[in-house]
Nanobody, 125 residues
């Protein structure tokens, strides 16, 4: 299993930007598709974005398409989520996740093998 640690959350005004980062440990990082999920208070955890193992395919939830960008650096065993034009409804705890031999496209919470501890993102109106 790969271990994941997120960073970069915080408080931002609507329309602003944040960049989340996730550092992974483990020698098999390139075998994993990587994802970002989020969970707002009182709601279920939901898929936000995914990227395949080589980094040449990305997938997004409709709610963030055109505003968020997922990327990975396999030389540094890291994945990032650039979030632009943030809205109050983006407020949530954001989780980095990994799936062994995954394709990066939508995956359910149950389909994820490894999770980070989460980082809070709060967008004020």
């Amino acid at each position: 299993q790969v271990q994941l640690v997120e960073s970069g959350g915080g408080l931002v005004q609507a329309g602003g930007s944040l960049r989340l980062s996730c550092a992974a440990s483990g020698r098999t990082f390139t075998r994993y598709a990587l994802y970002w999920f989020r969970q707002a208070s009182g709601k279920e955890r939901e898929f936000v974005a995914g990227i395949n193992s080589s980094g040449d395919r990305t997938y997004y939830a409709d709610s963030v398409k055109g505003r968020f960008t997922i990327s990975r650096d396999n030389t540094k065993s890291a994945v990032s989520l650039q979030m632009n034009s943030l809205k109050p409804e983006d407020t949530a705890v954001y989780y980095c996740a990994a799936r062994l031999y995954g394709g990066g496209y939508y995956v359910s919470v149950a389909g994820v093998g490894s999770w980070g501890q989460g980082t809070q993102v709060t967008v004020s109106a």
